[in-house]
């Protein structure tokens, strides 16, 4: 995999711009909810504020992936950067005179731009890697993306723990974001999907998702994923009612815990490559659930927060094999001119189900309390990991060389 980042240029400029935009959101998140800690009073902030983040990617993905369709995707993400350091810095300016009310509008405007810079880098891969490689390439992107993220995690509780001001440390996002857009800029060659007939925006919006829902594999895959994402994203808001709440610890422990769990993230992203030819995709992308369901309810015992990272440790292996398949999978599946659409649907689903997801942990988190939602949301999750052995079919084993699934169908 290290010859693949010195031999491709471009793709080692795609793998370093894109781990410096995951530090810098991540430095960013945990900065702002802190902030909010601090700032407000209400454990349901907590709540407004993962509505905040998700809510702009169940209204504006699908639309957002249409419109970058026929864009040059290294411009879309380098202006989704430049606006992204342009908003933080007027926020920094301002913040003297704000409430903390004002983060959920920054977070809104940071996820719109999120919309744009991730389908264009997933699309923009398979343009500068070579099939056989792509496993490898996303594997590698996984595990940059869970290096750095435990680099901003820790840096970020780190810093707070040591008084710095979680405002102060959002400069840090705004030079990571900087130096990402000169890598960007220097990715060969440049990668526009052209037209060849105008359509209309809705028009292409509706041939994206039919385009999903006309494929059996794809589509089944896609509402076990929906459904899967409903209650699974809920976790964070449940960890910080859990940190806060019961065992009475700061927010900024969450941070730790999200380390263990990409450390076993970076464990499985190494894993798939040298299994995904080998085993069918299924049993890559179903054993998350029940890892999650058995993290989660593991916190109905737990007394002390240390303990709660083993079980997210192992829980973020599983997770690592799904991240890697599942995006290597479509990779491989789809036709070319449909990659921009797919993976604004894939990330809508995995980002906006969210919303209902939150809304729902918040209302039982309100009316059953903490640890009685702990273990409806775990039974939950295994029981939609039973659902979706006997009714996802099965996706077949990796070739070197795989036709798309208009081809092959």
């Not at 731009?113 to 343009?127: C, D, M, T, W, Y």
């Not at 649907?345 to 729902?360: D, E, R, T």
Request: net charge positive.
């Amino acid at each position: 995999m290290n010859l693949l980042l010195k031999e491709n240029i471009a793709f080692r400029n795609l793998f370093i711009g894109r781990i410096l935009c995951i530090f810098a959101d991540s430095v960013l998140f945990f900065s702002l909810l802190k902030w909010l800690e601090v700032q407000s009073t209400s454990s349901n902030n907590f709540t407004l504020f993962y509505i905040a983040f998700y809510l702009p990617v169940f209204l504006f993905a699908l639309p957002i992936g249409a419109w970058i369709h026929n864009k040059t995707l290294q411009k879309v993400m380098m202006y989704s950067n430049f606006v992204q350091v342009f908003v933080i810095i007027l926020f920094l300016l301002f913040i003297p005179y704000m409430s903390y009310q004002w983060a959920y509008l920054l977070l809104i405007v940071i996820s719109i731009l999120g919309l744009f810079f991730v389908p264009a880098n997933q699309s923009l891969l398979p343009h500068i890697v070579e099939n056989d490689d792509r496993p490898k390439a996303n594997s590698l992107l996984q595990l940059g993306y869970t290096a750095v993220k435990i680099l901003g995690q820790i840096f970020t509780a780190s810093m707070i723990k040591a008084s710095f001001s979680p405002v102060s440390l959002l400069t840090v996002s705004v030079g990571l974001l900087i130096v990402s857009i000169f890598f960007i800029k220097n990715i060969k060659p440049m990668v526009r999907m052209e037209q060849i007939i105008k359509q209309n925006q809705w028009k292409l919006i509706i041939e994206g998702v039919s385009y999903v829902v006309k494929q059996p594999q794809l589509k089944a895959l896609f509402l076990f994923l929906a459904l899967a994402m409903l209650f699974a994203t809920s976790v964070d808001l449940i960890l910080i009612s859990f940190l806060s709440d019961i065992l009475h610890v700061g927010v900024e422990n969450l941070s730790f815990i999200g380390t263990a769990s990409v450390c076993g993230i970076a464990i499985g992203a190494t894993i798939v490559p040298k299994f995904y030819k080998e085993v069918e995709r299924k049993w890559l992308m179903i054993p998350p659930l029940f890892a999650l369901s058995i993290s989660i309810g593991s916190l109905f015992f737990i007394t002390n927060w240390v303990l709660i990272l083993p079980f997210f440790f192992f829980q973020g292996i599983a997770l690592g094999c799904f991240n890697v398949t599942f995006v290597t999978y479509l990779q491989d599946v789809i036709s070319s001119d449909n990659y921009t659409r797919t993976f604004s649907l894939y990330n809508m689903m995995l980002s906006s189900m969210a919303l209902p997801g939150i809304m729902m942990a918040g209302l039982f988190i309100n009316n059953i309390g903490v640890l009685k939602t702990i273990l409806v949301i775990s039974f939950i999750i295994f029981v939609i990991g039973i659902v979706g052995i006997y009714f996802t079919p099965k996706l077949g084993h990796g070739q070197i060389k795989e036709k798309n699934l208009n081809e092959a169908m």
